[in-house]
DNA sequence: GTGAAAGCGCTAACAA
DNA sequence: TTGTTAGCGCTTTCAC
């Protein structure tokens, strides 16, 4: 005996429709994708009927017959930043009103993580990929897959430059100079850098524009001001940490992440430096926390929607066959440095 | 002609495995699912030409074949809180443990969203729903399909008692007793509650609590220093207001959320009231924001990861077969005060 | 322990 | 403008 789950409504099929309208199979599919060959009055008649009898359509049979998925797959390095809400808000959008559905994975800044979203997307079959990598990725070749298949590749934020991929992206090492300029400007001495590593090239070019501004200013390089750590929670604590036992303390701090900011920030005030008369800061994302910190933080603020919705059309627009197949390129978003009063003393 | 995309690598099917081993696609079927029935070497021999000819299983035909996803979809109000993220871990370890994919909808708190997820899902076939109502969610008949199909459905946090479905929550109401009775012990006289829609039960319950919390502790209870908002900036924003516009201003407030909470003391610090000392503040959640603000947060902390994973447990035991059909149930996770200096004066 | 064959629900080429 | 039909890749009954 079959072993069937004890179904209480009965599942639709088009053949129920055309058989309920005494029409083909076919002419009901043709309807439901509103395919103008099809009678008008013959497509009202079918979507009424489709209503009427509870039609769901099956996608997965959509998807066996069509060999496509409708599907683009998301990989994103961390959830909780207003960056990366703002990026998946932006493709949510965009594939929505193209009909595209989206799954999102979540690498947790480990390139092993990634590795396994990579290997799930393929396994589903996505049409496209867009992702933002993490932080130890140096490996790029769990996206070989995708490239043999010729399945589009999208990177945003964090990238680097593969063949046959698309990346949307802002000008790191200005945003590292106006971070660096803008302390300098205000009158800070020994500015120092907490950043992520430098493998990851969005690291490396801010730390790029931070030298820039710093010779521009005539500010002299100082090896034991730069520290290099996850910027996370830990990283921030540990910045604190070894700002508060140097002899020396900077006067002013850019810390590439605005939470890392927000942890350092605190842990220097619970020791007694005031901010931003002590020490200023600038941070990095223009994240929500900015504002609710005590001083509000200054920081770097970039269009994480806009750039999700740039990624997303170009991908799509490659897959609906609407631009040519090798149009790899970079797409550059503006940036700016937002002022608050951590940095204003 | 049919029109293919240029495929690089061709797609391999079980076929294929088939007849380059000279044996059927059944034996090749069952093999892949390490059927026992088949005997242990010819397993092994399928297993190596699948690796070797770079098989990948193609889910669309399982689905289609099978009648099931292995899918269960998950609504939530919110995605930001690190309550919520920590039941989606939850839920997503269970989950990954027992084969099941999920695919999560975020109704930001509208019931309006919250349907459209609910009928997307069900077009998606999920096998299974688990869901956290949005704010304004009033009549559930949009998960009237799933109850027709017998579709399991698992409500957390913010769930209300339906037929057939099983809901993992905390006991509120204690919760709410709890944060108002310490406010009380604290010395507090005068305590505000700031508190979402009492149409979604938790808030009720919250409510409850509160009354009750008064009562034992001999303070009257006061109309005006109840403020019911949508707990997000904007309602942090505004109880600040309507508390610093108060002839009698309270001594203590409970807002059961922290993010709301942080924005309100924001609020009231920058207009000179000192917390805890003028004011003392208890939140709700245990959200990491709590330590980040100045003075640390008293908040409700509840465990979002069991939560998570009690409800992955209870619907996939159901869809397995492991548990009976109907074991429609409320299961209470226990919750707690966590007390900072927020509240301490 | 293995094979043959039907069919899940849909789309699209081809025919009418 | 509509109908006929093959087949996407897989699982599973039934037969051997």
Same mark, same amino acid.
């Given at each position: 005996?079959?072993?069937?789950?004890?179904?209480?409504?009965?599942?639709?099929?088009?053949?129920?429709?055309?058989? !309920?309208?005494?029409?083909?199979?076919?002419?009901?599919?043709?309807?439901?994708?509103?395919?103008?060959?099809?009678?008008?009055?013959?497509?009202?008649?079918?979507?009424?009927?489709?209503?009427?009898?509870?039609?769901?359509?099956?996608?997965?049979?959509?998807?066996?017959?069509?060999?496509?998925?409708?599907?683009?797959?998301?990989?994103? !390095?961390?959830?909780?930043?207003?960056?990366?809400?703002?990026?998946?808000?932006?493709?949510?959008?965009?594939?929505?009103?193209?009909?595209?559905?989206?799954?999102?994975?979540?690498?947790?800044?480990?390139?092993?993580?990634?590795?396994?979203?990579a290997?799930?997307?393929?396994?589903?079959?996505?049409?496209?990929?867009?992702?933002?990598?993490?932080?130890?990725?140096?490996?790029?070749? !769990?996206?070989?897959?995708?490239?043999?298949?010729?399945?589009?590749?999208?990177?945003?934020?964090?990238?680097?430059?593969?063949?046959?991929?698309?990346m949307?992206?802002?000008?790191?090492?200005?945003?590292?100079?106006?971070?660096?300029?803008?302390?300098a400007?205000?009158?800070?001495?020994?500015?120092?850098l907490?950043?992520?590593?430098?493998?990851?090239?969005?690291?490396?070019?801010?730390?790029?524009?931070?030298?820039?501004?710093?010779s521009?200013?005539?500010?002299?390089?100082?090896?034991?001001?730069?520290?290099?750590?996850?910027?996370?929670?830990?990283g921030?604590?540990?910045?604190?940490?070894?700002?508060?036992?140097?002899k020396?303390?900077?006067?002013?701090?850019?810390?590439?992440?605005?939470?890392?900011?927000?942890?350092?920030?605190?842990?220097?005030?619970d020791?007694?430096?005031?901010?931003?008369?002590?020490?200023?800061?600038?941070?990095?994302n223009?994240?929500?926390?900015?504002?609710?910190?005590?001083?509000?933080?200054?920081?770097? !603020?970039?269009?994480?929607?806009?750039?999700?919705?740039?990624?997303?059309?170009?991908?799509?627009?490659?897959?609906?066959?609407?631009?040519?197949?090798?149009?790899?390129?970079r797409?550059?978003?503006?940036?700016?440095?937002?002022?608050?009063?951590?940095?204003?003393?």
């Open positions: 005996m079959l072993m069937k789950k004890e179904v209480i409504t009965p599942e639709v099929t088009i053949y129920d429709i055309a058989s !309920h309208l005494g029409l083909a199979s076919s002419t009901v599919s043709r309807a439901l994708q509103n395919n103008p060959i099809i009678n008008k009055n013959t497509r009202k008649k079918i979507a009424a009927a489709a209503e009427e009898l509870g039609y769901r359509r099956n996608n997965y049979a959509v998807n066996l017959r069509t060999q496509r998925t409708r599907t683009i797959g998301i990989i994103v !390095h961390e959830l909780k930043s207003h960056f990366i809400t703002s990026v998946l808000a932006g493709i949510g959008q965009v594939a929505a009103q193209s009909g595209y559905d989206i799954i999102i994975g979540y690498s947790a800044e480990s390139v092993v993580k990634e590795a396994a979203n290997r799930n997307f393929f396994h589903k079959r996505v049409d496209g990929v867009i992702a933002s990598l993490a932080m130890d990725t140096a490996d790029l070749s !769990h996206f070989q897959p995708f490239q043999d298949k010729n399945i589009p590749l999208v990177f945003f934020d964090r990238a680097e430059d593969q063949p046959n991929s698309t949307v992206v802002i000008d790191n090492t200005r945003c590292g100079y106006e971070a660096t300029h803008h302390l400007q205000r009158g800070c001495r020994r500015i120092a907490v950043t992520g590593n430098r493998k990851r090239n969005v690291y490396e070019q801010r730390y790029q524009g931070y030298l820039q501004a710093l521009d200013n005539d500010i002299p390089f100082r090896e034991e001001l730069v520290m290099i750590n996850d910027l996370d929670e830990k921030g604590m540990q910045a604190a940490e070894t700002i508060l036992n140097m020396d303390r900077p006067d002013g701090i850019f810390i590439t992440n605005d939470f890392a900011a927000a942890v350092c920030m605190r842990q220097l005030q020791a007694g430096i005031r901010i931003p008369e002590d020490i200023a800061v600038v941070g990095f223009d994240d929500n926390i900015c504002k609710l910190v005590n001083p509000q933080l200054t920081t770097i !603020h970039y269009p994480g929607k806009e750039m999700g919705e740039i990624a997303a059309r170009n991908l799509i627009d490659h897959l609906d066959g609407v631009t040519s197949i090798s149009n790899a390129s797409i550059i978003v503006r940036s700016q440095l937002v002022i608050r009063e951590s940095s204003l003393h």
